[in-house]
């Protein structure tokens, strides 16, 4: 079966770090971009960060630049996301998304929730 | 930053209506690069539309996407009671990725 297992969510203090993982099965990232996208509660989604296949192209949302970093292990076929800095607005849903060539989001994981809360 | 803009908010229809949905974009989205997605309470996004017309696997030919430039639509012909939900648009073609704030889709 495809699909991506994201972990590593929590309840985190304000300023405190939190790493996510988003683990692939069922198919390799290795030949694909990979997208962090975040959902706070009862809003829309909001893109986060992008990777490139060999990890060259790497972008960030205006909103999380300087304190989020966006990894990746072909080899272990995950996606990683370190957020430091963390603030109360980065409570949310995060999800992991494949995007296959030039299309779009095609394969999401169910999400790992970050609350972040003092 | 493209700035994707969905009407309405919230959309009330019933089974076996017809649905409309608007994605306005604040510059030109190249076609190829739009997208939809459906999302239902406690699952992730569903890809749905994609290259603005083309349905993803396994979405039924209810569902047609249409528009060019900054003005695109999502219309559902029949409502089928699994198609009540949040649709949001996307476009992938210009750093940052953006979505759409998202309609819901709610029985009348």
């Known amino acids: 079966e495809v699909q991506l297992v994201e972990s590593g969510g929590g309840l985190v203090q304000p300023g405190r770090s939190l790493r996510l993982s988003c683990a692939a099965s069922?198919?390799?990232?290795?030949?694909?971009?990979m997208h962090w996208v975040r959902q706070a509660p009862g809003k829309g989604l909001e893109w986060v960060s992008r990777?490139?296949?060999?990890?060259?192209?790497?972008v960030y949302a205006d909103s999380v630049k300087g304190r989020f970093t966006i990894s990746r292990d072909n080899a272990r076929n995950s996606l990683f996301l370190q957020m430091d800095g963390l603030r109360v607005e980065d409570t949310a849903l995060y999800y992991c998304?494949?995007?296959?060539?030039?299309?779009?989001?095609?394969?999401w994981g169910q999400g790992t929730m970050v609350t972040v809360s003092s | 930053e493209i700035v994707l803009t969905q009407s309405p908010g919230t959309l009330s229809l019933s089974p076996g209506e017809r649905a409309t949905l608007s994605c306005r974009a604040s510059q030109s989205v190249d076609n190829r690069y739009l997208a939809w997605y459906q999302q239902k309470p406690g699952q992730p996004p569903r890809l749905l539309m994609y290259g603005a017309s083309i349905r993803a696997t396994g979405i039924p030919d209810r569902f047609s996407g249409s528009g060019s430039g900054t003005d695109f639509t999502l219309t559902i012909s029949r409502l089928e009671p699994e198609d009540f939900a949040v649709y949001s648009c996307?476009?992938?073609?210009?750093?940052?990725?953006?979505f759409g704030q998202g309609t819901k889709l709610e029985i009348k």
């Open positions: 069922g198919f390799s990232i290795g030949d694909s971009a």
């Open positions: 990777i490139s296949w060999n990890s060259a192209t790497i």
């Open positions: 998304a494949r995007r296959a060539g030039e299309g779009p989001f095609d394969i």
């Open positions: 996307q476009q992938y073609g210009t750093s940052p990725r953006t």
